[in-house]
């Protein structure tokens, strides 16, 4: 069954390092989707991402953050000075284009530590 | 804006008990809603589903009926195991259809813990 695969599985970084977070979507998957999860807390929205631009963002994807789908098959999410409270379960997710149900089919996560 | 507002958990059964999550929403409109489940050490996989008034989504012994009226997607399960230990996530989109690069949002979760 095609799967959304994260890597790395668990990142350690050191305070203001750029980490970059990689996603290899459902391959004729259409829709993009980065949402975090701090420990114990609920899954918030990141970013959306269609057609080589962002869709939608959150109040949480500040200037830090970008997306990128350098070529047909990854998705990548950088922080580019990474914070304490960047420390999260950061998941991906995709969608294919011609669902009309709205699911999302989601990756296991990359942990970030942040020290 | 829309939102999902989930029971507190954590939520401690024994074995064959009966389980009810309870879940409400806020959106405009008539949105898609469903339940994810996330083991643990694991992503969220999608349990179940429904898109308009009156589905009952089901899938593995659980279900959940969208009622429109009272804005709620209450999840149960007539007996409960031990596997069923998780975290769960009620979330809602867009309607069918309306936007379809729409995002999900979800409820805070609500952790089950199942005794033997």
């Known amino acids: 069954e095609p799967e959304v695969t994260q890597t790395p599985s668990h990142q350690v970084t050191q305070m203001g390092q750029e980490v970059i977070l990689r996603c290899v979507p459902i391959s004729n998957h259409l829709y993009f989707y980065w949402y975090r999860q701090i420990l114990g807390q609920k899954v918030e929205f990141l970013v959306s991402?269609?057609?080589?631009?962002?869709?939608?963002k959150s109040e949480i994807f500040d200037d830090q953050f970008s997306v990128e789908r350098p070529d047909g098959s990854n998705f990548t999410l950088k922080i580019r000075s990474t914070k304490l409270e960047d420390s999260a379960m950061y998941f991906c997710a995709s969608k294919a284009g011609d669902t009309g149900t709205g699911e999302l089919f989601f990756g296991e996560g990359s942990r970030l530590t942040v020290l | 804006g829309d939102s999902v507002t989930q029971m507190e958990g954590p939520v401690t059964l024994s074995e064959e008990a009966f389980l009810t999550i309870n879940c409400t929403y806020t959106a405009t409109g008539y949105p898609s809603l469903f339940w994810y489940v996330q083991y643990p050490g694991e992503g969220l996989q999608l349990l179940l589903k429904?898109?308009?008034?009156?589905d009952k989504g089901s899938n593995k012994g659980f279900e959940a009926t969208y009622r429109k009226e009272t804005t709620s997607f209450h999840l149960e399960k007539g007996s409960v195991q031990v596997s069923d230990s998780a975290v769960y996530f009620c979330?809602?989109?867009?309607?069918?259809?309306?936007?379809?690069?729409?995002?999900?949002?979800f409820g805070q979760g609500t952790e089950l813990s199942v005794k033997p």
């Open positions: 979330a809602l989109s867009d309607p069918p259809g309306y936007n379809q690069g729409g995002k999900l949002i």
């Open positions: 429904a898109t308009k008034a009156d």
């Open positions: 991402f269609y057609n080589n631009e962002i869709s939608e």
